[in-house]
């Protein structure tokens, strides 16, 4: 417990400190616990900032310390672990503490309202309500009948429910003091155990062992189990073990809105209060969540990337599946990493932490060899279902129809008469990825980035999947006039129109961000396929994410070739984790799957590899190659990337800042650069970036320690923006 009168509070400014005040005046200090929000001055107006410890002497002159204006909490909202983690993943990827304090309170608290109270308000009889016997008013009775059935009182929704809407009722007989308003404590939905409980396998069993032996401490685990082995039936009975034990369970999942079958099994299986944190909630929905979770009444946190941050008194157990999704990294503003602060969490918390996923990370896999995670393994689907065949289909000279071979079509016709469903992958939506002028060679390149504008023929639009630029349909050329505009290459809409013509009598489904805007589109689209209505599935990689489709028979993917050859060395990772993934679709009931990969390469040895010995033989071929080319995981990285609208400012900060690295003269770290960026104009800026590279963590962090907070004192730092990523996952 800290002793001193000095307030040292984050406060949400871009700036790599707390601040000191002094406390509101007339409060005594000692009754103002850390984890508590303060309204502060700050420059010319007020902040909501979060206390993070008493001390008693400040670094600044103590006769400048201002009093804070207001404590808005009596309860910590975040308790001294939680600011410690959140202050040391500031640290780590070198963020305004105040800023990352605030990003893990949910919207409203960031705010300044008041916490929401968890209670609701219903209504329930009073003592002469019992007794009440309303004559000649239906209504009245039927509502003190009602409420006679439910003694503790019920929910005004569930009372609505029950009796139609009947506002003006409760008001009269509330006049006459028979009925009254109470506070009731969230109903959770009843739970009904309605999935039949599995008999785990042995290989379950024993992965269940191993992670039960290591409940008592901190221990990370890898399980990497293929697609349809049963990861998450283990992740469900290690939950139940872990709730027994009267702890909370945080479970962390890529993308839930994708998988809303995920939700489902977890709500039907687990008998306590979950509490879900997605991005496809209200702010309240959230808050109400994150404050169930804080409070210890939720015993599973089921959430995406940010749910890490989630206070959870009773914790016991950490989940991250799919870890080798990208979206555990957020991209912009606080780039951290989910996934890596997870085991940083579980080690500091001293608890277990299992990484779940049919196609581990390299770093994870690394993590493994060199003892740091146990690794376990399921290398068998569950059940009865068989592993897919893969097979390469060289489509070198072969006459496509809408990117789609010969063989392909033929081997499609065959399923579809079969009566099977197939699954069609491409990772590329629109109508075509570029329009060209047959006569001059004009390409639709986008006006504010180095890329091409889509065609979206559904919309009657060009569209810059990287600005979001858009712009109608050219009529004619803009350079020469001609009229012959013709769509070049092929996304999933042009895909679905070729389908459509070669088998008119199988019904289509498409799923992509076009076709899933709308709120509730993609649950009413996987209900269409899961009814069966659908013979023929395509769509990006949103189908590649965790579904289960258990009738498709066959998987087509028509276009790897772009991971091959890459300038990014994490392509070729990231190309046979979808198609391990995609490949993961088929097959997955008793039927058995099948898995055609179209290829102008079939003989690159990446590819021959992942077909002919999977995925776990493709990864060490690839952290082979890292290793002698001395790349993540082998090294330590970090990126600094400036951009701005004059093209030679971010090139120059960047030197500038190279210059200052230098001068730390700290040995063993490398810098790369300044370079353009891969696609160096983006959104009307020119983009630059400056890697630097070490071979241990800790140096890399002493020379960012020192280099980052003084970069916004550089001249040249003015008239850009500029953004630090700590182990990037993304060159762009
Ligand atoms: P994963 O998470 O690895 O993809 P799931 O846990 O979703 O795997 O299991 C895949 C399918 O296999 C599901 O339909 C599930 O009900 C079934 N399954 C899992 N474990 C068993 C088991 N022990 N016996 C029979 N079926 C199982
Ligand atoms: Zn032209
Ligand atoms: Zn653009």
Redesign the pocket.
Known sequence: MPTGSILRIAVPVPLYTCFDYLPPSGVDPTTLPSGIRLRVPFGRGERIGVLVERVSASTFDADSLKPATAALDSQPLLTDQDLKLLLWAATYYQHPPGEVIAAALPVRLRKGEEAAKLEITGWRLTASGETAQPTHAPRQLQIIQTLTEHPAGITQQALYALCGSCRPVLRNLEEKGWVEPCELKPQHPPTTRDSPR????PA?RDVITAVSAGMQGFNAFLLN?V???????VYLSLIEEVLAANRQALVLVPEIALTPQLMQRFQSRINSPIALLHSGLSDRERERAWLAASRGEASVILGTRSAIFTPAPRLGLIIVDEEHDLSFKQQDGFRYSARDLAIVRAQRQCLPVLLGS?TPSLESLHNVTTGRYQGLE?PER??D?KPPRIDLLDIRSAPLNGGLSPALLRMLDEELTTGNQVLLFLNRRGYAPVVICHHCGWLSACPRCDARMTLHLGTRLLWCHHCGHQRRLYRECPECKGSDLRPLGQGTEQLEEVLAQQFPNHPITRIDRDSTRKKGALEKLLNTVHAGHCRILLGTQMLAKGH?FPDVTLVGILDVDQGLFSADYRAAERMAQLVEQVAGRAG?ASKSGRVLIQTRHPDHPLLQTLIHQGYNAFAQVCLNERQQAHLPPFCYQALLRAESPSPEQPIGFLEDAAKQAKQLNIQGVELWGPVPAPMERRAGRTRAHLLIQANHRSTLHQLLGQLIPSLGRLKSARSIRWSIDVDPQEML
Request: glycine fraction near 20%.
């Open positions: 599995l008999t785990l396998n379950q189990g697609t349809g082995s049963g990861k998450t039936e049919a399921l569950a059940g279902a289960h997955r």
